[in-house]
């Protein structure tokens, strides 16, 4: 049951919100044809299609609650109206660049409507699109559930109160809309590269997702350079993806991977994709900078060989254009691989003192790392343990539960 609504939530919740143009009532809906199935399926079976049967009980009862309040005849003039649009665009032998023609991203742009504020949007989205919960989406924005909660009840109420249609923006609204467009789509990205909890290191449907959306974005506006820089971050990052399991599910650290089993079309899809960003000439931004430090990786013909002078170097660059504590602690890591781990350590040990990361799992995880290279194994021991507390992955609690007890052996 887990797997069918984290495959299919999306698009049903997409197709609920073109039926019904309300984007809170289409999630309802789905969320109660969830319960259908969870009382229907252990004894009916599974049906051969989940996804068509939820959105069809979902309709139903979305059409029983028009009845009730007496506005079918409305509704269905709605929905003819919507056949005929759709027959319409089904006819077409072209397709239009200009258009959105999939309701999955069609929902993203409506959840990123300007009416709501930057962290309202990318939290609706997040839950609704993405199928995060709202622990997940708090542990990505570093705050407490109960704030994640608020946004999401806000951002449903506020595109209610504005009547705001489950309908195609017109071209010159999209780039008001980008920037959180792409930060929504990052982050569905990295909960596929590595899922906030669970029992999988890798959710590659997720990711893969994902990228299918953002290219569909880069074909939208083919001239906004981070557009084409995050498919190509997306590219050269799911390259790795065949190799970072082992056939039981567990992790594959970077250094260890086996470079032959990454793919090299979808890496050259990703160099395509950073020199069309590059060609547009306006510089490379934090999606592109991201991008090339991914693009360092993918063309390294080992780990040792790896440019981690030209990370470190790019790094930098993305700390000043997009500063954060999260790629402080990325920069330290390659400043490990490319100096040493004493200076790097310096680094990591400024953002314990700041405090910004608290309950971050990858600060001790990185201290932890830095920490054994330098010898001192009961601290190394310590902070992996700690990092291993703050994990909800369960794949990624026990590979560094592994490393404590191999510094302890």
């Known amino acids: 049951m887990a797997a069918v609504w984290r495959i299919e939530s999306a698009r049903i919740v997409a197709t609920l919100a073109r039926f019904t143009g309300d984007v809170g009532q289409a999630e309802d809906l789905a969320q109660e044809a969830l319960v259908e199935a969870l009382r229907q399926w252990p004894e009916e079976g599974v049906p051969n299609n989940p996804g068509a049967w939820l959105t069809a009980v979902a309709k139903r009862r979305a059409i029983d609650g028009w009845r009730r309040r007496e506005r079918l005849d409305e509704r269905y003039a709605a929905m003819a109206r919507d056949l005929e649009q759709h027959d319409g665009e089904a006819s077409d032998t072209f397709w239009d660049p200009d258009t959105i023609d999939d309701d999955v991203l069609r929902l993203i742009f409506v959840s990123?409507?300007?009416?709501?504020?930057?962290?309202?949007?990318?939290?609706?989205?997040?839950?609704?699109?993405g199928g995060l919960s709202s622990e997940e989406i708090a542990r990505a924005f570093l705050v407490p559930t109960a704030t994640i909660q608020q946004r999401i009840v806000r951002a449903k109420k506020t595109l209610a109160a504005a009547n705001v249609p489950f309908a195609v923006p017109e071209p010159n609204e999209y780039p008001e809309r980008l920037a959180s467009v792409l930060h929504v789509l990052y982050l569905i990205f990295n909960e596929g590269y590595l899922p906030a909890s669970g029992g999988e290191w890798v959710?590659?449907?997720?990711?893969?997702?994902?990228?299918?959306?953002?290219?569909?974005?880069?074909?939208?506006?083919?001239?906004?350079?981070?557009?084409?820089?995050?498919?190509?971050?997306?590219?050269?990052?799911?390259?790795?993806?065949?190799?970072?399991?082992?056939?039981?599910?567990?992790?594959?650290?970077?250094?260890?991977?086996?470079?032959?089993?990454?793919?090299?079309?979808?890496?050259?899809?990703?160099?395509?994709?950073?020199?069309?960003?590059?060609?547009?000439?306006r510089g490379r931004a934090a999606y592109g900078l991201q991008a090339a430090i991914a693009g360092c990786h993918a063309v390294a013909p080992t780990a040792d060989e790896t440019d981690w002078a030209q990370i470190v170097v790019l790094y930098e660059a993305l700390g000043r254009i997009a500063p954060s504590p999260v790629v402080e602690l990325n920069r330290a890591a390659a400043i490990a691989m490319a100096t040493g781990p004493a200076s790097a350590l310096r680094v990591v040990d400024d953002l314990v003192a700041a405090g910004r990361l608290a309950g971050y799992p990858a600060l001790p995880a990185v201290r932890g790392e830095l920490l054994a290279r330098l010898g001192r194994t009961e601290e190394a021991r310590a902070e992996l343990e700690t990092a291993a507390r703050l994990t909800g992955n369960e794949r990624e609690r026990d590979a560094l539960l592994a490393k404590a007890a191999k510094l302890a052996g």
């Open 112 to 129: 990123c409507h300007p009416v709501l504020s930057r962290e309202a949007q990318i939290a609706l989205t997040l839950r609704i699109v």
């Open 203 to 281: 959710r590659a449907d997720v990711s893969a997702e994902a990228l299918r959306l953002a290219r569909m974005v880069a074909g939208l506006m083919p001239r906004e350079p981070e557009a084409q820089s995050l498919v190509a971050l997306m590219e050269f990052t799911a390259a790795r993806f065949p190799a970072r399991t082992a056939r039981d599910g567990s992790a594959i650290p970077l250094d260890q991977q086996d470079r032959s089993r990454w793919d090299r079309a979808q890496i050259a899809r990703g160099r395509e994709a950073l020199a069309r960003a590059d060609r547009i000439g």
